[in-house]
């Protein structure tokens, strides 16, 4: 039997579909349906229009009718295409420190950075590590984000990182929302590994790559390319590797000195995240090409660095999308929403492409484009905020919260 229903009506329905993947967008762009519904058959949208419509087609074919009360606005359920939410301890110390002034290497050499919070994982066992990954999952969650990517990198060795993948698979089971695992052992070579950068990534892509593949714990592999981590020739021939067995890719990358952007675009990743130190060569480059750019507030704010020069990237024709970069160090707040409204203030970005970063643009850098737009056929994940204009929703800077989140048809978080 078919789990058919209509939920409505919607005071403004935004279905953010019949844009382009990449570019700038004005907020005339923006599909709005007023007075709308959502007809969703079991996990995905069955259609989208006019309340007053779908009603008779709902008792034509005998669905539930959802009547909602009072003024919503209804979107895409948000993605959040870049974390690492899966984590033990916290960095408050760190924080303390570069809040009076501390520079990177004073608080690496007090015990900080993020070996600090490997040591903190590795305490942890497969159980707890889910259980932390549960609960920053679901706050997400109610604050309307449906599909989260979640980093490894706090184990970096074959078996920690093992431990972190299977903690976020096991977590994927146990919460409403979506968890996308990356595997990021290239985060940093551990300190406790006797050998050059190029044989830590060796043994990981020699060793860990295929229990990645045969225990399905992750399709994709990130890195962190930076002085501090590796170089982009190290990360070269590891991509190599991981593409050769059909992995999608990912980097961290020109966030305090630029090169990574370059491999991305040379391995037509899925994405280049952070960027903050990209100049115009960088720009034109990631412009040009299909990987997505993601901008990180969150890291901004709480390393109180330059953001993302998003404005630019869409200016140049590129793709751009917001991720929260929630860890434990440098974006501790994990607060999606309020982080792209500030974006969105510092570098003068429309509505219409905040909601497309955390939308569909977000889904074509993760490789979901079964979500993002509310439209037939897509997946029923849709939050509803207490507005009658959608502007509202940027204009209070992440306080306004959706009222409702529903996710593959069914109703996760309801605060109404
Ligand atoms: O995305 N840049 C490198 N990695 C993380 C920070 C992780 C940490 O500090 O624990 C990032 O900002
Ligand atoms: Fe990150």
Known sequence: MKNLKLIGPITQLLTL??????????????EILEDAGILVEDEKILEVGSFHDLLKKAKSLNA??????????????????????CFGG???????????????????EAGGGIWDTVTQTRKLNRVELAERTIINANTHLSDGVTTIEVKSGYGLTVAEELKMLRAIQQANSKTSADLIPTCLA???????????????????????FPILKSENLADRIDSFIEKSAFSPEEIESYFQKAKNLGFDLTVHADQFTTGGSAVAVKFNAKSADHLEASTETEIALLAKSETVAVALPGASIGLGCAFTPARKILDQGGSLAIGSDWNPGSAPMGDLLTQASILATFEKLSTAE???????????ALGVEDRGVLKAGLRADFIFFPAADYREILYQQGKLKPSQVWKQGELVSDKQ
């Open 354 to 364: 905040v909601f497309s970063a955390l939308t569909f643009r977000a889904a074509l």
């Open 64 to 85: 539930e009718t959802i009547e909602l009360k009072g003024d919503l606005v209804a979107l895409p359920g948000w993605i959040d295409c870049h974390t690492h939410i």
């Open 17 to 30: 579909d019949k844009l382009p993947k990449k570019g700038a967008l004005k907020d005339e762009q923006l």
């Open 186 to 208: 290239a985060h940093m070579k551990p300190r406790d590994f006797e050998g050059t950068n190029q044989e830590y990534l060796e043994m990981i892509s020699t060793e860990l």
């Open 90 to 108: 916290n960095r408050a110390n760190d924080f303390a420190m570069r809040i009076s002034g501390k520079s990177y290497l004073e608080i690496a």
